[in-house]
Nanobody, 124 residues
Framework: QVQLVESGGGLVQAGGSLRLSCAAS????????MGWFRQAPGKEREFVAY????????LYADSVRGRFTISRDNAKNTVDLQMNSLKHEDTAVYYC?????????????????WGQGTQVTVSS
């Protein structure tokens, strides 16, 4: 079992930056692919970014490509999401999650373990 704890959320003005971090417990972190998702009030949870076990492969939602960067440190059991040029529409609760397989990486139902989420609010 893996436990995930997100941190780094907060209130930021449009155009600003935030760095989210997800800390994982357990010795098997490096065996999981990782994803970041977000959920705004009244909306479904949506894919944001994905990183493979080794960190060699990444994928981004069209809405964040070029502004967000996902990275991981398997020695520290962490996966980060650097968010730049934030927009009001980026406001949501952000979640990290683990995935065993390297397919359908944008589908939240195929992720195994989830953190509790961290709130990101971007003021316009």
């Amino acid at each position: 079992q893996v436990q995930l704890v997100e941190s780094g959320g907060g209130l930021v003005q449009a155009g600003g930056s935030l760095r989210l971090s997800c800390a994982a417990s357990g010795r098997t972190f490096s065996s999981y692919h990782m994803g970041w998702f977000r959920q705004a009030p009244g909306k479904e949870r949506e894919f944001v970014a994905y990183i493979s076990r080794s960190g060699g492969s990444t994928l981004y939602a069209d809405s964040v490509r070029g502004r967000f960067t996902i990275s991981r440190d398997n020695a520290k059991n962490t996966v980060d999401l650097q968010m730049n040029s934030l927009k009001h529409e980026d406001t949501a609760v952000y979640y990290c999650a683990t995935k065993s397989g390297q397919w359908a990486v944008a589908a939240p139902d195929l992720y195994d373990y989830w953190g509790q989420g961290t709130q990101v609010t971007v003021s316009s």
